[in-house]
DNA sequence: AAATTTATTTTAAAGATCAAATTAAATCAA
DNA sequence: TTGATTTAATTTGATCTTTAAAATAAATTT
């Protein structure tokens, strides 16, 4: 029989790794024929088979045959591909952040199946009023998208703060006024699927896994400015969360002894240097035209230093030198094959200005051998929650994967 | 058959993956039972039976049979314990550094085997003598402990710089005077056995995991402070070794920005601030009775800290809060279980006094959960070598567990 | 000495994989 | 159009591995 058993959180059997791996070589590939499959997983054909047919069977997969037959093909019989069947399963992601909650729909395939925003009522609620509000804002994403809500297999959730993923737990966020909020299990209570829970940096690095520039990297490392400063470590292509499940927390990073003041009450925190509000602290002793939003005024603080305001340019530089310091260490630590500099705020230069790279490189140590490559992702708002969304449809992959033999009765 | 094919780096057969759970069992254990086996690995009587036959018979391991039958003994069949059998094989460890050299055996069964020290002819060498001294000093090692060299199974080799441990390659180090050398296949060209080195940092983690405070805790870190400050990163139960196999480089790991300048070239180094020479260099401006060693500067300068000289006090002062913001950065971003402060050099209580551990866990992010555990653990200079000898007893057995049906033939 | 208890081994059955043989589905060549 | 050729996928039979259950072993208790 398979290896080993299976009960509590024993080994896998042998068919179900089988399983898993050959879902996974069909997911990275996109599409695949069989004989590619035995060829990556270095199995035979005749397992491949036993395997694709389990996977048919069950719906998670289909063949995929193209309209057209490819002119100029080679002779003997074609390889047929499979591709995962997206109607398998369809996943929710939800982004909440301090002002906006962002829902994704993706089916089983990747594919985007909907989005839907909706303003927050107020920047930090009570866990019932978020719970509340999460399950409302959730059904109404369904009807708008035309997806009912039974029809979900599992919801991802992102929050910005400090997340024990493995136990649901929300130690603290700046969107909720109370501590140690068990989140998944609340929301989880409400609804009929299953609910996950991370920390929205970690999500960003599921999204460039899955999606973005860490597709097929086995090591990475993902950073986040927005509000805060966050950081998602990719380890043998699974998110490295600590022991307390609250590990990466970059922005809290001391890169001056006795430094800035952090939100979080200690000092030298590199996020005291580099986020929004560290930056509008500074620009408040500046002489600029006021703006209703902290966006906004963001952007005019940018702006001026951009047309040389010599005391702008000054916030920005030492911001920019402080990151680079935390960069260096980070390298420095990981030694990582790649580091992306994801989301939005990418677009103010400054911070991946050659000058900043140039900065990283020097305060890395020096071998003859090439640097991790660094590279800039600015994507939209819709990425936290896309991420939120493949992380549920990973899970629920791999429970689907697992449940095998169920329907034998 | 096994699970797929064995062929390349492809994936452990299922018996092979049987066989390395039950032995790295039994190490774990110590001594234990078939039965206890069977329920640790999740896995039949039966199949541990199987798996124990094939491991006894190729001399991996012995049974144990307790001379006094332990009285007030339950009924039924007596259990009887399995253990590793030492005399298996016979490894070696050495440790390389900038004064002394040292050797030291292992059994299979992680008992010591015998010892030996040797000075080093000067502190740095070319390639080829360094080799030369190795082999050198490996065959006298051997004759003074009375093993043949061709008993020996492996040799581990511990050098402190910059290395790249897969690939065998020694980036930089403060004992050579080339860069880039391939010290591993160097030293195995003129030896009978394979050769395995790594940085000094990842042998101290080694010997934790194995025989120290590491023992059975899947993942924590391990910082040494000697002649520069190293880090080995234990996660998942293996160590971490980035993709160059040069990350952890906490020593490197900037605390300043343009700071005191380190010997590395760069500025604001934590090695800067605490390590031996960075302490002397600061000491040179007092007024210290002079002292013909290094080592006894440095006890010089402490002892007039600890006699209240304010200059001193100052040095080890700043010393132990970059050290303490240093080690809250690990905290932040790895979240660890257990961190351990290991090595001679932490005799120097100021890196491990209170205060300094008050100052890490108020640099540390504030949630309600237990803060890693930090541990102190001082032991002598034998136990890097002993850490090489046990990263040889590694890897040396995971190849014996896949040497397996080789004498069917 | 028999009954009981617990550990280990043996036995027989069931999974899982693979090599080899077979079948399927195309192109190529006449 | 037909048969040869080629490549993909499936089927078959053998082998390996594990496991449940039965048998055996080795102790204690009665």
Redo the contacts with the bound molecule.
Sequence with gaps: ?????DKKGG?A???????RQVLSVIRDAGQI??????DK?????????????ELLAEGLIEEHTPET?P????????????KIRGAAHMLAGIKVAAHAISVCFLDFEGQEAGQFEAEMPKPALSAPELVAFLDETLRKACEKIGVPLARLSGVGLGVAGIIDAPRGLVYWSPILTARNVPLRDLLAARLPMPVFIDNDANLVAKAEQLFGEGKGVRDFIVVTIEQGVGMGIVIDNRIYRGTRGCGAEFGHTKVQLDGALCRCGQRGCLEAYVADYALLREAGTLNLPDSPTAHARLDTLFQAAKDGDEAAGLIFHRASRMFALGLANIINIFDPALIILSGERMKFDYFYAQEVLDAVKSSVLQIDAPLPDIRIHKWGDLMWAKGAAAYAMEEVSDMSVQE??KDVG
């Design positions: 029989m398979g290896q080993f058993s080994l059997t042998q068919r179900h790794t089988g399983r024929a069989r004989i590619d499959i035995a997983i270095s199995g035979s054909p005749a397992t491949v088979t036993a395997i694709t047919a037959p002119s100029g093909s080679p002779r003997g019989r074609p390889r047929v591909a499979l095998m033999g």
